[in-house]
């Protein structure tokens, strides 16, 4: 299997920016695709976007398009979640999985793997 651990999460102010990374270690990280979600406090954990195992396809939920950006840097074993403009709605837990199986989706319940999330609080 394949431990995720995400990092980079923090408070910050309504337009901001933050860099998530996901890093993975165990199996090959290279061989699996990697979504990210999010879960706010009474809320369902929420597709935010994922990326291929090659990096070179993405999907962006319609709430991020424009605005945040994935990458992998497979020789680092590490995946990125760049978030610009910041909004007080992108308050939540974050999380990136790891899926082994094509498409790309954005379903959590295709995803095997989990890390533990990284907090990202936008104030107003």
């Known amino acids: 299997q394949v431990q995720l651990v995400e990092s980079g999460g923090a408070l910050v102010q309504t337009g901001g920016s933050l860099r998530l990374s996901c890093v993975g270690s165990g199996r090959t990280f290279s061989n699996y695709h990697i979504g990210w979600f999010r879960q706010a406090p009474g809320k369902e954990r929420e597709f935010v976007g994922s990326v291929s195992a090659s990096g070179d396809n993405t999907v962006y939920a319609d709430s991020v398009k424009g605005r945040f950006t994935i990458s992998r840097d497979n020789a680092k074993n590490t995946e990125f979640l760049q978030m610009n403009s910041l909004k007080p709605e992108d308050t939540a837990a974050y999380y990136c999985?790891?899926?082994?199986?094509?498409?790309?989706?954005?379903?959590?319940?295709?995803?095997?793997?989990w890390g533990q999330g990284t907090q990202v609080t936008v104030s107003s």
């Open positions: 999985a790891g899926r082994a199986v094509w498409p790309l989706s954005k379903n959590p319940d295709d995803y095997d793997y």
